[in-house]
């Protein structure tokens, strides 16, 4: 069988988080990284015009989370028979999924009055709420990981969410924004402490 693939640009962004769950299951991949150049000649290539695409045990899959848990399942970070573990897991990758969306809709706004502010709504009200809920779930599962004892999928899509907004490249969102989510900042510190993953960062 071929060596899995992942496809994507050169930042962490909806690839990190497959990238991350071959690295914890120890699964050899080519972690193909192009330009937005590349990109734009081969989009039409990747199936529904957009990266991450996962090349895996002769299928192909196009869209981030569906490949997170796809290999997720290989590393043993996602339920191979447990739906209602399945499901909780999905349920957070969800919401983390519209957080996300409400954050990248303001990186295509063109107005730049405009854009600071969306994204100073978001910062002193969309967000401090929705971390909140996640600080809530995280809280109620008391383990420092979204669901159940060990780490999940849904970990490491939670802190590449937080990456992205603590990178402080989002003008207008302050990057100390999470820093007052203890359960958050406790869950990350859980991912990246995690043998395979500091390795990694370290490399
Ligand atoms: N729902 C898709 C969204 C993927 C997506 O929007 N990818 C962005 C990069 S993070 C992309 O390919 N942008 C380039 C484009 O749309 O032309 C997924 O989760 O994979």
């Not at 050899?28 to 090349?55: C, H, N, W, Y």
């Not at 999470?178 to 359960?183: G, K, R």
Request: glycine share 8%.
């Amino acid at each position: 069988m071929a060596i899995p693939k992942l496809t994507y640009f050169d930042i962490r962004g909806r690839g990190e988080p497959i990238r991350l769950a071959f690295v914890v299951g120890g699964i050899e991949f080519i972690d193909e990284r192009l330009s937005f150049a590349q990109f734009q000649e081969q989009k039409e290539s990747f199936p529904f015009g957009t990266a991450p695409m996962v090349e895996i045990d002769g299928i192909v899959i196009g869209q981030s989370i569906p490949a997170l848990n796809y290999v997720g399942r290989q590393a043993g970070i996602y339920p191979e028979n447990d739906p209602k573990t399945a499901v909780k897991i999905e349920e957070i990758q969800a919401y983390i999924y519209d957080v996300n969306t409400q954050i990248g809709q303001t990186m295509r706004e063109s107005d730049p009055d405009k854009k600071m502010e969306i994204r100073t709504q978001l910062a002193v009200k969309y967000l401090p709420a929705a971390f909140g809920r996640i600080e809530a779930i995280l809280a109620k599962n008391g383990t420092g990981y979204c669901v159940g004892e060990s780490l999940t999928t849904a970990d490491l899509l939670l802190v590449a969410l937080a990456h992205w907004i603590e990178s402080g490249i989002l003008d207008g969102i302050p990057k100390t924004i999470l820093s007052e989510f203890e359960m958050v900042q406790k869950c990350k510190s859980l991912v990246y402490s995690h043998p395979k993953i500091k390795e990694w960062y370290e490399k």
